[in-house]
Structure formats: C-alpha cells, structure tokens
C-alpha cells in the first residue's frame, strides 16, 4: 500500500543551525510533493511544491529536494529561529487523482 | 487568513448525533478538499470536489457524506456520531481542477468533541 514516511521523533535543534527533515515514500509515483507547516491548532500552511521533474527549490531560507530514485525528499530550513518551531508536513499527489495525501509530520524544535 | 471559512469552530455533541460543518473556499478557487486530523491518525484525507462534482475519495466513512453547492460552498455530514470521530476537521480550498494539485489553502479547522 501508499506510504509516506516523515520522522515521527521531534527533530531540536540550536538557533542558527541548519534543520533538515525527511520524507520517504513507497509504491507511489507522485507527480508533486509539497511541504507545509502547521502550528498547534491551526490549518497547515504551504510553503514549497516541487515537480516530479525538479531536482531542488528554493525560497528565501528554505530548500527542499525530491530524488524519485531514491523515493525521498529532505526539507532544509538554514540558519534557523525559534519562530521556525512547528509541525512540517511532507505532501504528495499524483498527476492522475485529485488526492493530495500528507505524512505523519515531524515536529522541529529551535532552542534559542 | 488564508480566505477560507470553516463554521463553526467548536462543536461539541453527544454519541449518536448528526452534525454539519461548513466551509466557504477562498474567492475563485473551484477546489474543495475535506481532512481530518486526530492525535494517532494525522491529517487524513476525506473528500474532494471540484466545481460542484466529486472528484476523489479517501477513506471517508459511510457515516460521512459531503456535497458542494453551486455557489462553491461545502458542507461535511457526520452522522451516528462515535466517540472516535472526535478530531479537526479541515476544509481546504485551491485554485487547480482536480487531477493537478497545486497548494492548498487551509482553513481554520472545526474541532468535534463527540460526548
């Protein structure tokens, strides 16, 4: 069956440092995979998309890459603030669904 | 405010019962996408429609059922409510017809409380 892997450990981290999360996927062919942060209570909000035919994007202090050989994705959030802490959500849909189906997430913490 | 309403925030109900969230997507947007997040289960995918159609479906529930109005509204129908439907029920709206998901925009949420 689908799967999507995000680490279920929260990731902390000392302010400044770089924090890079992971998501792994299994028997899925997804023509895109998102990232989206989510604070406690809220809705989720976007951040980054990246094509099935995109190695890398980037967007101020994020970066995310998408290696479909490896069928993962790390997510990079460099010189990191404590308002970085939150839940990253890795997402993934397929060129032929509607569906877009989000992982567990990952919690990251920033310690000032 | 990502322009997308949900109603109401908080509900809190008895086993047994029916309930009915709402949710109004941002101005354009034809997408309507339904997800709830509990503790053990993370965010998972219920329902979506596209311009008033259906579109795809995840594991929702028998007990569950959705529609979208022809003004672009949605609305959820939770019935014979169990202890184990209490979660946040996210709405989520975008701009791509379904089959090319760009970013969605997520609503608020409604927090179910089943009694």
């Known amino acids: 069956s689908q799967k999507i892997e995000q680490n279920s450990e929260a990731l902390n981290i000392q302010e400044g440092k770089t924090a890079t999360l992971t998501c792994n996927y299994t028997n899925y062919s997804p023509a895109y995979l998102q990232w989206y942060r989510q604070d406690p209570g809220r809705g989720p909000v976007f951040l980054l998309l990246?094509?099935?035919?995109?190695k890398e994007k980037r967007k101020e202090r994020l970066k995310v890459t998408f290696d479909t050989t490896l069928k993962q994705s790390l997510f990079h959030i460099t010189a990191s603030q404590p308002a970085d802490s939150a839940t990253y959500l890795c997402?993934?849909?397929?060129?032929?669904?509607?569906?877009?189906?989000f992982g567990q997430g990952t919690t990251l913490q920033v310690k000032p | 405010d990502s322009g997308v309403t949900q109603t109401p925030k908080h509900l809190i109900t008895a086993t047994g019962q029916r309930v009915t969230l709402r949710c109004s997507p941002r101005s354009g947007d034809l997408s309507v996408y339904w997800y709830q997040q509990s503790l053990d289960q993370g965010l998972q995918f219920l329902i979506q429609?596209?311009?008033?159609?259906?579109?795809a479906k995840g594991n929702i529930l028998e007990r569950f059922s959705a529609q979208q109005f022809p003004d672009l509204h949605s609305e959820l129908n939770l019935s014979s409510l169990e202890l184990g439907d209490s979660a946040l029920y996210f709405c989520?709206?975008?701009?791509?017809?379904?089959?090319?998901?760009?970013?969605?925009?997520f609503g608020e949420g409604s927090r179910l409380t089943v009694l």
């Open positions: 997402a993934l849909s397929s060129s032929n669904t509607g569906k877009l189906i």
């Open positions: 989520a709206s975008s701009t791509t017809p379904g089959g090319k998901t760009g970013e969605l925009f």
């Open positions: 429609y596209y311009n008033g159609e259906e579109r």
């Open positions: 990246i094509r099935e035919n995109e």
